[in-house]
């Protein structure tokens, strides 16, 4: 087989089974038969001269040949879309794509609704896929086409991505109604006897209050650590445990549950939610289209 009668439809099955882990999935994402996939694995593998995956407990794991080959055919992939794209130009109403987007559970809670109802509205043929992204591999994720977007307080990528700022948040404290914490206000006595809870997830760049307490040498005292948050209304209001949250997201919670928002008693600077996207993506229509979809519907939030 000679380079240059490569099939580019090889490179989407290479770029798709290395990120989803699994031929099946890879199939779901490109609309084919898993047949075909398996087909066109195994024609890469004998252009390429190398197994490419091999199957493990986890899924399909990358040889070292695919992991190198990846972010090259994944770059040429997105180059090659971009540049069709900007020929064609973007419909929304017509378009039929998938879109990447990474953000942390409360994300998908406070974020979707909204962003969905958008999608509806001016481009129903779009389909939506939510991943949650280790706030470190982000950068190299959306660099490598993994991703198009992800969105969320993720104050540690900033200086490695492109970014828009979509509101401005601050955090408050949660306690059940009833609680004495919600009668009189919580003091910083009040606050340091309490017991709480801690969500430490990977997925979240959630650390502007930890930073906060550790800079003004506050400790507190923790009964609980979760990975996820969306599980917090209920341990909170069948409880006395205290938990630090953005306002959005605690107003959001007390709709469910009987739950009341309280001032935090220590200084927690404000931060911003943002929408990032790598460099190369700046001038891709689609690209830009979905951008302005996330501003306009969680700009107003």
Excluded at 277 to 289: I, K, N, Q, V
Aim: with cysteine; aromatic share 6%; proline share 6%.
């Amino acid at each position: 087989m000679q380079p240059r009668r490569i099939d580019l439809n090889l490179v989407r099955v290479f770029v798709a089974v290395f990120e989803a882990r699994s031929v099946s999935l890879a199939a779901d994402r490109l609309f084919v038969s898993q047949p075909t996939v398996s087909y066109s694995l195994a024609r890469l593998r004998e252009l390429l001269d190398d197994p490419l995956f091999v199957r493990g407990a986890d899924g399909m794991q990358p040889t070292d040949r695919a992991t190198r080959v990846y972010g090259e055919f994944s770059e040429a992939l997105g180059r090659i879309t971009a540049t069709v794209e900007d020929c064609q130009g973007f419909e929304p109403a017509r378009a039929s794509q998938r879109f990447r987007i990474s953000m942390s559970d409360i994300g998908q809670l406070i974020f979707l609704p909204p962003l969905l109802a958008l999608l509806e509205r001016e481009a129903p043929g779009v389909e939506l896929e939510v991943v949650q992204e280790e706030v470190s591999q982000i950068p190299a994720a959306l660099a490598a086409g993994k991703l198009d977007l992800a969105v969320g307080n993720l104050q540690p990528i900033v200086d490695v991505t492109q970014h828009a700022t979509l509101f401005h948040e601050r955090y408050v404290g949660l306690v059940r109604t009833g609680h004495p914490a919600a009668q009189g206000g919580l003091t910083l006595g009040g606050y340091l006897a309490a017991r709480h809870v801690v969500v430490s997830s990977p997925f979240a760049g959630h650390t502007v209050l930890e930073d906060a307490l550790r800079a003004q040498g506050i400790q507190r005292k923790v009964t609980l650590r979760i990975p996820h948050f969306t599980i917090l209304p209920s341990v909170i209001a069948h409880s006395d445990l205290l938990v630090a949250l953005p306002s959005r997201v605690a107003a959001w919670f007390a709709r469910y549950e009987p739950l009341t928002a309280v001032e935090l008693p220590v200084l927690v600077a404000p931060f911003d939610v943002r929408v990032h996207w790598h460099p190369r993506h700046e001038h891709s229509a689609a690209g830009g289209w979905l951008r302005g979809a996330v501003q306009r519907s969680l700009g107003t939030l």
